[in-house]
């Protein structure tokens, strides 16, 4: 059983766009949603993280949502960029787990 | 040093060999993970350290797969008689806290690929 899916495998967007990846998981159970960043041959990065209490959070050109009675979240780029070019991963987490579960990543390519 | 290191980077092995790898926290660190990463799939929880208490075993796929830690150091994973489908790329983070704390980011390497043939 699959808790958390990314049901887009890739995305294009033209810089200056907005780029908007979505998440989608099963467990009611977790809290806590993190957005990791992969560029090639590299280990993902930490991106932006949102608690259950929250239903959004900010930083910089990256936004996250969470609609917790649809259990979706998305992840907004704002204007993407070119270096954003990445596969990008959703994950979530209960409170008081040390795993994070992960979904399977949405290519974005930001086109020049 | 700055980041998560693991070795080897690259890994080409025959099935039915042993293989080790290794991963180096970022010093101070007291939670490590191994997540692997098979072609088109997501991360794949493995097993959880966290200073002196018993591992989480739970995500080990056979018992082929094993996994110990120094201290609050390094780790290596070995992989049994290895298969075909144990290719992927293992990953190891670090973190000072559990997911949803302050801190409890997780900080990865660059992964060790390895491929079965």
């Known amino acids: 059983d699959q808790q958390v899916k990314q049901n887009s495998p890739s995305l294009s967007v033209q810089e200056g766009r907005i780029s908007i990846l979505n998440c989608d998981y099963t467990?009611?159970?977790?809290?806590?949603f993190l957005w990791y960043k992969k560029y090639p041959a590299e280990g993902p990065t930490f991106l932006i993280s949102?608690?259950?209490?929250?239903d959004k959070n900010e930083d910089g050109r990256f936004t996250v949502f969470l609609n917790k009675s649809a259990k979706h979240l998305s992840l907004h780029i704002v204007p993407s960029q070119p270096g954003d070019s990445a596969v990008y991963f959703c994950?979530?987490?209960?409170?008081?787990?040390?795993?994070?579960?992960f979904g399977k990543g949405t290519k974005l390519t930001v086109n020049p | 040093g700055a980041g998560v290191s693991q070795s080897p980077s690259n890994k080409v092995t025959e099935k039915g060999k042993d293989v080790e790898l290794r991963c180096d926290p970022i010093s101070g660190h007291t939670a490590l993970y191994w997540y692997r990463q098979r072609l088109g799939q997501g991360l794949e929880f493995l097993i959880y350290f966290q200073g002196n208490s018993a591992p989480d075993k739970s995500g080990l796929p056979s018992d082929r797969f094993s996994a110990e830690r120094t201290g609050e150091s390094v780790s290596t994973l070995t992989i049994q008689r290895t298969q075909q489908e144990d290719s992927a790329v293992y990953l190891c983070?670090?973190?000072?806290?559990?997911?949803?704390?302050?801190?409890?980011?997780?900080?990865f390497g660059e992964g060790s690929r390895l491929t079965v043939l």
């Open positions: 994950a979530g987490t209960q409170g008081g787990s040390e795993k994070l579960v």
């Open positions: 467990n009611s159970m977790f809290d806590y």
């Open positions: 983070a670090s973190s000072l806290q559990r997911p949803g704390l302050t801190g409890g980011e997780l900080f």
């Open positions: 949102i608690s259950s209490i929250k």
